[in-house]
């Protein structure tokens, strides 16, 4: 597909907007002058912007077979910084392609209208705060196409958002650790996670983890910086032995002075890696919350997606951490896996009910072109549209039948259906983390192989990372330079 504009450096977003229409779209870049015209052959499109002291002007026209769709759209033009100046530039653009393919494709439905690259939870409190409740809804239904559907559930979660976020003082971190090793790689993976075998060499890298984790925490004391949440993520942290596990645990409590009671998660993950020994180190450790990730409770699936694991290994892990005293357990789900329709999903979240646990996310099945999926699509039947937002309706319903009210979300690009993925929690089992991350809320000092040191400059709209480097090898190379970027990103 052809596209012209006058603003490649909007290249991106354009493509996302076109995308969320045409998900396979290929695109060639033609760069012309606001002045220029072009006449569009059929599976073409043009975007332009110009502006003047009052107003940014849109155009976009598409030319699909024999027709030619237009639309046209202003925006206010706000004497503001360059940065928001361009932000308003760039949803100008945005819409005017979004309701150009609208008018082409009447049928397609777009749930979160022409957001993309921005968490609508963001937006819209960003919104509020400027200008007020009222308006904001009104722009998100009627500037962005935002379904009221979808604005409702971004209401709901702002709303319980609220107080938590009014929680953070000034010199709380998160911190983040990242086992990047998994036992097999699933199908829809596309996380730089490797292969835990018998020739992994986890020694080099728990010794380098617990290096740039003295490294971070000694920086975060000089700082006078306060723990507010630690996370234990991956991969698959319990993918470790029980010792290397009570090792590393005890290595970052101790380091971080983590004061007893701080939130503290560890991914249990995979069914495959947990033993009663692991969870009993992770619960003798303090931690406050752990994920039995289930995705289905569909066996054939499970199988065919790589997981090295069955539905009853799910529930045999989850009544053993229950004996064991954990009393925050959030599982997962994911609509729209292969095979699977709403009555896999019905299934899946019946058995989720009878086990009850505190929280509960459901993902929508992303695209990702670095995954095994995304190599095999066309031998892969997967649910159409409809099917999946009948499938994240099963789960939203089964999550709010026990109890559990949305709290964060999340989207992402190439995802079914152009959904979002939802995590719902008890009210008392919020899990604070993954607010402070997903709403980019709070700064994170990020450990491990392609973990993601972040820095929020609060009131700034400015948020700088610092990415550890995703190879093994480089990332124990490179430690001494890893923490030199982070300590100079918290020294500014
Ligand atoms: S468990 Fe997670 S990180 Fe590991 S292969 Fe599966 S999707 Fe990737």
């Known amino acids: 597909m052809r596209l012209y504009t006058n603003r490649i450096d909007f290249f991106n977003d354009i493509s996302e907007e076109i995308r969320l229409y045409l998900p396979s779209a290929e695109l060639e870049l033609y760069e012309i002058d606001s002045e220029h015209k072009p ?40 004497n503001e910084t360059s940065l928001i100046e361009k932000r308003y530039a760039k949803r100008c653009l945005k819409v005017a392609v979004f309701r150009c393919l609208a008018l082409a494709m009447p049928n397609a439905r777009i749930p979160w209208g022409s957001l993309t ?52 003082r000034s010199n709380d971190v998160d911190v983040y650790i990242g086992i990047p090793f998994c036992r097999t790689r699933c199908l829809y993976c596309s996380f730089a996670s490797q292969l835990r075998t018998k020739k992994t060499d986890m020694a080099s890298y728990l010794a380098a983890l617990e290096m740039d984790i003295s490294l971070g925490a ?83 699936t499970l199988r065919s997606v790589g997981r090295d694991h069955c539905a009853e290994d799910i529930v045999r892990c989850y009544h053993m951490a229950r004996e064991l005293g954990f ?37 929508t099945l992303a695209i990702k072109r670095s995954s095994r999926l995304h190599e095999h699509l066309d031998e892969i039947v997967l649910p159409d549209t409809g099917e999946v937002e009948a499938m994240t309706a099963i789960g939203a319903n089964g999550a ?34 993954n607010i402070d991350m997903m709403e980019d809320a709070l700064s994170i000092i990020a450990h491990g192989a392609g973990a ?41």
């Not at 963001?122 to 935002?146: C, H, P, Q, W, Y």
């Not at 698959?236 to 409590?253: F, Q, R, W, Y």
């Not at 009210?405 to 995590?423: D, F, H, L, S, T």
Request: hydrophobic letters at 35%; one cysteine or more; aromatic letters at 6%.
């Open 39 to 78: 006449e569009l052959a059929p599976d073409s499109i043009c975007a332009k912007l110009t502006n003047d002291s009052e107003n940014f002007y849109a155009e976009s026209r598409y030319c699909c077979a024999s027709e030619e769709y237009c639309y046209s759209h202003t925006t206010q033009y706000r």
């Open 117 to 168: 690259g921005i968490r609508p939870t963001r937006l819209l409190r960003e919104l509020i705060s400027t200008d007020g409740e009222a308006a904001a809804r009104k722009l998100m239904l009627n500037e962005f196409d935002v379904s009221n559907e979808k604005l409702e559930l971004a209401s709901r979660i702002v709303a319980v958002q609220e107080p938590i976020l009014a929680s953070i």
């Open 218 to 300: 000694a920086m975060a004391w000089e700082h006078g910086l306060h723990v507010r949440a630690l996370y234990l993520g991956g991969g698959t942290p319990t993918v470790l032995t029980a010792n290397e596990l009570e090792h590393l645990i005890k290595h970052t409590l101790a380091e971080y002075a983590i004061a007893p009671g701080t939130e503290f998660t560890v991914e249990a993950g995979r069914p495959d890696t947990i033993t009663a020994e692991k969870l009993q180190i992770i619960r003798s450790c303090g931690a406050t919350r752990i994920s039995i990730n289930p995705q289905t409770m569909c066996d054939e």
């Open 327 to 363: 009393n925050c357990i959030n599982m997962d789900l994911i609509a729209g896996l292969p095979g699977e329709d709403s009555s896999a999903m019905q299934h899946s979240i019946e058995e989720l009910l009878k086990l009850a646990p505190d929280c509960l996310t459901v993902h």
């Open 400 to 433: 709010e039948s026990l109890g559990m009210i949305p709290y964060y979300m999340y989207r992402q690009k190439y995802m079914a259906g152009n959904m979002e993925n939802v995590g719902y929690s008890l009210p008392g089992s919020i899990c604070i983390y």
């Open 452 to 492: 993601m040191t972040k820095r929020v400059f609060p009131g700034e709209h400015r948020i700088e990372r610092i990415p550890n480097p995703k190879d093994i090898d480089t990332y124990i190379g490179k430690l001494g330079s890893t923490d030199a970027a982070r300590r100079r990103l918290f020294d500014s």
